[in-house]
């Protein structure tokens, strides 16, 4: 089971820092990849880390604002959102893979939390 925790409203400029957490099995050796979906909208690719730390990829949307890290002690992967702005309000998923790479399309994650909000508004 994958947990996201760290969803919020925040201003526009501000923070926040999100964690997906596994229960049951380790995130430690899967790729793992956050998702957002805002209402209207399809599902977005945001942000993956595959196994290596190193090779992580992030949407063209969001390139320089967010950052995705692992803390293999933790169980968990996080995405740091900086200088958040409105269009980055939605609902941001969680999902992971035992496969290779690191893709930014859903079908290739068999895995998913929940999701939690993150509202960005003034």
């Known amino acids: 089971q994958l947990v996201e925790s760290g969803g919020g409203l925040v201003q526009p400029g501000g923070s926040l820092r999100l964690a997906c957490t596994a229960s049951?099995?380790?995130?430690?050796?899967?790729?793992v990849a956050w998702f957002r979906q805002a209402p209207g909208k399809e599902r977005e690719g945001v942000s993956c880390?595959?196994?290596?730390?190193?090779?992580?990829q992030y949407a063209d949307s969001v390139k320089g604002r967010f950052t995705i890290s692992r803390d293999n002690a933790k169980n968990t992967v996080y995405l740091q959102m900086n200088s958040l702005k409105p269009e980055d309000t939605a609902v941001y998923y969680c999902?992971?893979?035992?496969?290779?790479?690191?893709?930014?399309?859903?079908?290739?994650?068999?895995?998913w939390g929940q999701g939690t909000q993150v509202t960005v508004s003034s």
């Open positions: 880390i595959a196994r290596t730390e190193a090779a992580a």
């Open positions: 999902a992971s893979s035992a496969g290779w790479g690191c893709p930014l399309t859903s079908p290739e994650y068999p895995y």
């Open positions: 049951g099995f380790t995130l430690n050796y899967d790729v």
